[in-house]
């Protein structure tokens, strides 16, 4: 089991550390190193539309599961409760379809009236 721990900051650093997802509540992103050793930082920006975030006062979850499709590895995964749970990798058509499923997401959740 691999276990990612957490960093709550105001701004993110400038160079991020192995195993730690970098939390700022006050920008509503969440920034790590990809699980699978190639080194590109992850971003997960924390919204409606993206991610959510969870802390039960010890461990981090987010939701949905990382995809990192623009990245040559590819990885897949979940972070919850500070454990990293490796997926399946998506093949294009399967990308593609989530990319569209999220595009149409944003687009119901930003035609909402708001008074």
């Known amino acids: 089991m691999v276990i990612m721990k ?13 195993g730690t997802i970098y939390i700022s509540i006050k920008y509503s992103t969440a920034v790590h190193k990809c699980v699978c050793g190639c080194g590109n930082e992850v971003v997960t920006p924390i919204s409606p539309t993206d991610w959510s975030l ?10 949905p599961s990382i995809g990192n499709w623009s990245f040559k590895c590819k990885s897949h995964y979940w972070i919850r409760e500070g454990e990293i749970i490796h997926c399946s990798t998506w093949d294009k058509k399967k990308i593609n379809r989530g990319r569209k499923k999220d595009r149409k997401k944003k687009r119901k959740f930003f035609k909402r009236k708001w008074f």
């Not at 709550?8 to 192995?18: A, K, L, Y």
């Not at 969870?54 to 939701?63: A, C, D």
Request: hydrophobic share 30%.
């Open 6 to 18: 957490h960093e709550f900051v105001e701004v993110i650093p400038s160079s991020t550390g192995e």
């Open 54 to 63: 969870k802390f039960n006062g010890e461990s981090i979850s987010l939701h």
